[in-house]
């Protein structure tokens, strides 16, 4: 394996450790006391310092080493964590995501606020000097010689030797675990020599990488307990032979005072001990085993406690397996039509098998589907800072708590969503919440929560961003929209309608420009990247009670099931998660409104009607032989509406084809798709077709059909 890809790996593991980082110190302000949750934060940061010394990354290393301490400190109970220590934590894990982005992208970061961060580690370690008093030294093992001893200081009494047998398994590499770092970690705690056992070397033509034949004996001197040296052995647990053995040290004889972090190892063996390799000049890495891995590997996952093994693939490879799996469904699809123009005898095997062709196609996208899928909880996590920035920014004291951190979305949606999110979540603070002396008078808790939440639900996902602050002010929205010309000065809005204005572009209710609003650039923003999504936004509201924005996001941007319909004279598709029902109606429960508009009576209610023609643009044509279906609906904005069609012709599976990157976006239209006869139809956005019908008021129903109420 090459350097870059070991510093690519590297820094993938930083983004686990950095997510374990902000779990443990979320769980922290639950269970300040709780030694579990602060091993493991301390065990992060002393990973990413680690292996940052292994890569000469020394600002990393530095400020990892200053926070460790402070952890270390409070592992030992020396310090206590209350609400000053936690905040610090918060913002050291902050500091410490931005230095491994800048390691990783080569780009700046503000020294200043970096700085800043080490005093105040600092202070809780009597004012010391932790970065100066730190040093890296390298290790050097000699694979032919003794074992290497480094030097001790003479000193203090109390240090205790530790013999160790170290014996990694196959299973200890193929769970991507290496022995350098827990060398690096080992060193750490005092004086450390290391000898290699290479006596289970094989001859060179038996000889298989991927076996573990390299056992390694360490002698370490320190001070520390036998419980703090099975801590570095904890994530190798039954993924190796341990062997430790305790002596007394001699008198007169201690560990160095300074710590020695993240040695390098360097490794001399003679070329015609080893066999070759591809890059002979760069550490040997071994990579998992193959899908085949024989008894070795079935018999080490019995023993293996560790994580499930992982590969790490490409994401164009992934999208290139995506898009194959499209075709192959469209694919299925023409082999169906043409068998049904071919109008031959019912021959069941033939059905049969053309039915399984189609099983198979979806249980195969869904697979490949289920590749792309990531938890959304590192989206989430990220927004904790955001809170914490803006609450800084605002005077105003706010917590984030998260609900559904576990759903899983396409990665191609995590990633897009960031930058609404975050303009979101600053808007909560920001214009939602009330300042703390505010809250207490209105006899609310003086810290306000912002809850971030997401969810599977009728085929797509909801993510809901909702805070406990005062609720929208809709009269001085409705005041701001008619100063800044968006709307008639004598305009009578609905409260739904006046929320809305929060969405149109240069909006914005901020006395004055700050680092968090009052520029005009913002939910228009949320609103179009949403959009892109083929998903959509909405606002619920109550005054003095807070304010909810939904997010409603396809679960897939790949594959939907839709209904294929007409639509004067011409054939598409609409999603039919979206559908709830489809009625064929009677004359009698078609009603008219003012002079253009219709209503149809559903079960005692009254719901609106939109002719989907109509919003488009298109002619529906002679509509006498009553052929109209009215699909009903329900959307996040409008409620319960009915999209008035010429005809319902199938359902089925239909891929998802982007009309922006093909050909450009079409109001009222979210995609395009290609159906079994090869010939395209357009995929109808609900939400947006009400909002054309609403807003172009066309005449919706004019010739209503004249068959009884029915369901299809």
Request: with cysteine; hydrophobic share 40%.
């Amino acid at each position: 394996m090459s350097g870059n890809s070991i510093r690519d790996t590297f820094f993938e593991e930083c983004e686990e450790l950095l997510e374990a980082l902000v779990e443990g110190l979320a769980l922290l302000e639950e269970a300040p006391d709780e030694m579990d949750t602060i091993n493991a934060v301390f065990r992060s940061v002393h990973s990413i310092k680690g292996g940052a010394g292994a890569f000469g990354l020394d600002r990393l290393v530095n400020f990892a080493h200053a926070f460790e301490t402070v952890l270390d400190k409070v592992r030992d109970k020396e310090l206590h964590i209350d609400e000053k220590m936690m905040s610090l934590a918060h913002r050291s894990g902050d500091q410490l995501q931005d230095l491994v982005s800048s390691a990783r992208d080569d780009s700046p970061l503000n020294e200043e606020a970096e700085s800043g961060l080490i005093k105040e580690l600092e202070s809780y370690l009597g004012g010391k000097s932790v970065v100066e008093d730190f040093s890296f030294d390298a290790l050097t093992l000699d694979f032919d010689g003794p074992a290497v001893v480094v030097d001790i200081d003479e000193g203090a009494g109390g240090a205790r030797s530790f013999n160790i047998k170290f014996k990694p398994t196959r299973a200890l590499y193929e769970n991507g675990h290496e022995p350098l770092l827990i060398f690096d970690a080992l060193a750490e705690l005092g004086d450390l020599s290391v000898t290699a056992d290479l006596s289970g070397l094989p001859d060179f033509d038996s000889f298989d990488p991927n076996d573990a034949v390299i056992a390694w004996e360490l002698t370490l001197l320190t001070t520390e307990t036998e419980t703090t040296l099975h801590e570095v052995f904890e994530f190798v647990e039954g993924l190796c032979e341990l062997d430790v053995n305790v002596e007394d040290a001699p008198q007169g004889i201690s560990p160095q005072a300074s710590a020695v972090t993240a040695p390098t190892v360097e490794v001399d063996i003679p070329f015609d001990d080893v066999p070759a390799t591809e890059n002979p000049g760069t550490p040997a890495q071994v990579s998992p085993a193959d899908a085949g891995g024989g008894k070795a590997s079935s018999a080490n996952s019995k023993e293996s406690r560790g994580p499930k093994p992982t590969l790490r693939v490409d994401l164009d490879r992934v999208d290139r397996l995506i898009n194959t799996v499209g075709e192959l469904i469209i694919n299925q699809a023409m082999i169906s039509q043409r068998i049904e123009e071919l109008d031959l005898p019912t021959v069941a095997h033939l059905t049969n098998e053309l039915e399984a062709y189609k099983l198979l196609a979806r249980d195969i996208q869904e697979g490949v589907m289920a590749i792309r899928a990531q938890p959304v909880k590192p989206l989430f996590q990220r927004m904790s800072r955001i809170v914490r920035e803006a609450s800084d920014a605002t005077g105003k004291k706010a917590k984030l708590v998260t609900v559904g951190d576990s759903t899983e979305v396409d990665k191609t949606v995590i990633e897009r969503l960031a930058d609404p999110l975050t303009h979101m979540i600053r808007n909560a603070v920001d214009h939602g919440l009330e300042k703390p002396e505010v809250r207490e008078t209105e006899g609310k808790d003086s810290t306000g929560t912002i809850r971030l939440s997401a969810a599977h639900r009728s085929g797509s996902v909801f993510i809901e961003i909702s805070d406990d602050g005062a609720g929208l002010n809709r009269e001085k929205i409705l005041e701001k929209a008619v100063e800044k010309h968006l709307v008639p000065k004598d305009a009578e809005l609905s409260d739904p309608e006046i929320d809305n204005l929060l969405f149109l572009p240069g909006f914005s209710t901020a006395g004055q420009v700050s680092n968090l609003s009052g520029r005009g650039v913002g939910m228009d923003v949320v609103k179009n990247a949403v959009q892109a999504l083929g998903g959509r936004v909405s606002i619920t509201s109550m005054q003095g009670k807070g304010t909810t924005f939904t997010i409603v996001l396809p679960l897939t941007l790949a594959v939907m099931d839709g209904f294929v319909i007409s639509v004067a004279d011409q054939t598409m598709v609409i999603p039919i998660s979206s559908i709830l029902e489809t009625i064929r109606p009677n004359v009698r429960d078609i009603h008219m409104v003012g002079t253009d508009s219709h209503v149809v009576s559903v079960r005692g209610s009254y719901v609106p009607i939109v002719d989907v023609a109509g919003s488009l643009g298109l002619h529906s044509g002679d509509n006498s032989g009553g052929t109209g279906i009215l699909l009903l609906v329900s959307t996040e904005l409008q409620g319960l509406t009915a999209l008035r069609v010429t005809a319902i012709h199938d359902q089925r599976q239909v891929v998802i084809k982007s009309l922006e990157s093909n050909y450009a976006a079409i109001p009222g239209v979210s995609a395009a798709t290609i159906l079994g006869d090869g010939k395209i139809a357009l995929i109808l956005d609900p939400e947006e077709i009400i909002n054309l019908g609403h807003s172009a008021g066309p005449d919706l129903f004019s010739q209503p059909p004249k068959t009884e109420l029915s369901h299809v």
